[in-house]
């Protein structure tokens, strides 16, 4: 895992600069699952060493001191309003233990309203603290400085990239500072609430009687950041985190593994499971591991599941506490054989947790466990939760453009991952992609923008993204008008056009979405975005290209864009007469239907087959003898049968395919 993390931040390294920032959106209220929980009091462990309530009467002999690099009027203040910009009206003050006396804020948005003739001014400047005394004579309450947290409360929103820092920076010569994330994994352009943060500054410190401590702002530009009630405390004696959960998705292949909240069972890989542990204590953990369940919740029918179906142990033995530079003190593990792999379909819940053998108790059990959910479909592929809001197209990242309107060409597109199904005996699979579903939002601003859904080929190791674009695989031969209808509403376009319809998706990567063709009816199309599951998706894995200026980059967002596909299935078998292999393809679609559909035969030689339906009971409701020399396609009417599962058989002397089929 750690070769895969460090390929994929070099993968996002090589295209950040053709990453597009996203305009800043009118201030929203954040939905409840974006905000992160507020982490355990630890000032309950130890005591405290230094604590600075930021109060406006005595901050100018505080020794805490304010740099603008810029110099410019985008830095930090020591005061006891707020102010709101253009993009956030309506944004409290932040709710701190005393806010009344005063606390630090960076009025980005202020600052930024209105946008200056020369452009957006972007931040660089920090607020730094005089010497702070940990251990020694000279520490009011000495604590261990070889297990150092910082506490402090905040409320914060920023833009435009999560390239962007914001970030809390320790030293101890003033000179060279390590720095530590103060943003929480909040989404770009997202609230977070007032919260208190807890932060292990104990690699800045480890053993030194003294420290330094500063607040960064750096690259990004509107909304706010507002800190107060800083505090230096000692942390925990035992206390492992666990960080990173993941299931690695194709991790075998790539260096993008997007993460699917829902993925069909035909395609699901034998799965592992992967997380660091980090002893954030100050002692050795002996016999440490990770513990992952997978428990199927819920089937199809919503009712309860199978229970726990999978478990499974990856050692990592033990864990020095930080400062100890002989020994590690943070892990990373992918479970071992053998992996998940599914048996039916519904919901599953995967929970993990890290545990070591120590008698002593674990002082902040509440960060070494937690919990991921994921669905088993028989035909949908979504990288959303359905925690969905707001809304992304191409034109949320049109500087100076119309509110909401670009032009025909525009295109948005998320990356796919598919693998090679398993061989049954001279029988496989193959991927075919059916739809794409649109989760459109309710601006009426899409309502006749003229779309056509699409798929391309992708290929990660490509210099460039326009390079990795490679090809387009599926498409629909009409393109569509939004209706009134469509708008809040999931929008299913079919796909009947393109290589991938006859031939399937071979193993690879694949970008799905939408083209604009025409805006003549409106001004723009957009869909919701699933800010709740951006975090865990990787970067470079949804991308935009503009009509009005060519040209393929990378966003931040992950727009609810699903993918719906079937099986198409094909035989190859040896002609003994002739000497080469008969290679036949044979597609049923689509499914579920209504008993319209079509069967699509191909192959390389000519040859026959008897083409029958039959019912659960092996009664046959159709059968015909099929020529094909190329490719055939019968279309099938079967409207008059009743409802329930029927199976497509083609046969001849040769081999037999058989596809399942749902007719509602």
């Known amino acids: ?287 440490v591991d990770l513990e992952v369940d997978v428990v199927h919740t819920l089937d199809t029918a919503g009712n309860p599941g199978n229970g726990n179906v999978y478990s499974t142990v990856a050692a990592i033995d033990s864990l020095a506490e930080i400062c100890d530079t002989n020994n590690t003190s943070a892990a990373a593990v992918l479970t071992p054989t053998p992996r998940f792999v599914p048996q039916v379909l519904g919901s599953f819940r995967v929970d993990y947790n890290a545990a070591y053998d120590s008698s002593a108790a674990e002082q902040i059990p509440a960060d070494n466990s937690s919990s991921t959910f994921f669905n088993i479909s028989d035909s949908v592929y979504a990288r959303d939760d359905g925690g969905l809001s707001g809304g992304v197209g191409a034109h949320s990242y049109v500087s100076g453009g119309t509110p909401g309107g670009t032009a025909a060409g525009d295109r948005m597109a998320m990356l796919y991952v598919f693998e090679p199904n398993n061989l049954v005996t001279n029988q496989t699979t193959q991927t075919v992609p059916t739809s794409i579903s649109y989760f459109v939002n309710t601006d009426t601003r899409n309502i006749g923008v003229e779309i056509v859904p699409k798929v391309w080929a992708f290929n990660e190791d490509s210099a460039t993204i326009a390079q990795a674009i490679t090809a387009e695989v599926a498409s629909s031969f009409i393109p569509y008008v939004v209706q009134a209808a469509d708008t809040n509403t999931i929008l299913t376009l079919g796909l009947d056009a393109g290589s991938a319809l006859t031939n399937g998706l071979d193993s690879g990567q694949y970008i799905v979405g939408w083209e604009v063709t025409s805006i003549a009816g409106g001004t723009t199309f957009e869909v919701y975005n699933d800010a709740s599951t951006t975090a865990l998706q990787p970067n470079v894995t949804c991308f935009v290209d503009f009509g009005h200026a060519p040209g393929w980059g990378w966003v931040d967002v992950n727009p609810a864009i699903r993918l719906n596909v079937d099986s198409l299935a094909f035989l190859i078998t040896d002609v003994k007469d002739l000497d080469v292999d008969l290679e036949t393809k044979f597609y049923v679609g689509p499914n579920p239907n209504n008993g319209i559909f079509e069967v699509r035969i191909q192959t390389n030689l000519a040859t026959s087959y008897n083409l029958n339906v039959r019912n659960m009971l092996g009664q046959s409701i159709y059968n015909d003898l099929v020529g094909v020399n190329g490719q055939k396609i019968v279309n099938m009417d079967l409207s008059g049968v009743e409802k329930g599962v029927y199976f497509v058989t083609l046969e001849n002397e040769n081999g037999r395919l058989v596809e399942k089929i749902i007719i509602k």
């Not at 996203?22 to 000032?43: F, G, Q, W």
């Not at 009344?100 to 600052?111: A, K, P, R």
């Not at 943003?183 to 807890?198: F, K, Q, R, W």
């Not at 909304?223 to 925990?236: K, L, R, S």
Request: glycine residues 6%; hydrophobic residues 35%.
């Open 1 to 287: 895992m750690i070769s895969s993390l460090g390929f994929s931040q070099g993968i996002a390294t090589k295209f950040a600069s053709e990453e597009i920032k996203a305009l800043p959106a009118v201030e929203e209220t954040s939905k409840a699952d974006l905000i992160k929980a507020k982490k355990p009091n630890t000032k309950l462990f130890r005591d405290t060493a230094y604590y600075y309530d930021f109060d406006t009467t005595t901050f100018a002999t505080s020794g805490w001191t304010i740099t603008n690099n810029n110099q410019n009027n985008a830095v930090w203040d020591n005061t006891g309003v707020f102010t709101p910009g253009q993009f956030s009206g309506g944004t409290p003050l932040i709710a701190s233990t005393t806010a009344s006396n005063g606390f630090m804020v960076l009025n980005g948005d202020l600052v930024n309203t209105p946008i200056p003739p020369t452009g957006v001014i972007t931040m660089d400047t920090w607020f730094e603290s005089d010497t702070i005394w940990i251990s020694g004579p000279n520490a009011t309450t000495p604590i261990d400085p070889n297990t150092v947290w910082v506490t402090y409360q905040q409320r914060q929103r920023y833009c435009c990239s999560q390239a962007n820092q914001l970030v809390i920076e320790v030293s101890t010569d003033q000179t060279n500072w390590t720095a530590f994330d103060a943003i929480e994994a909040t989404p770009v352009n997202t609230t977070l609430p007032t919260t208190s943060t807890d932060v292990n500054v104990t690699s800045a410190v480890c053993g030194n009687s003294y420290m330094f401590a500063r607040f960064r702002s750096t690259g990004n530009s509107h909304y706010y950041w507002m800190i107060d009630d800083f505090a230096v405390i000692e942390g925990p004696e035992h206390d492992l985190v666990l960080s990173q959960e993941y299931m690695q998705f194709n991790f075998d292949n790539y260096a993008l593994n997007p993460f699917y909240n829902q993925i069909p069972l035909a395609v699901f890989p034998a799965l592992p499971f992967s997380a660091a542990i980090t002893n954030n204590g100050a002692g050795l953990e002996t016999g």
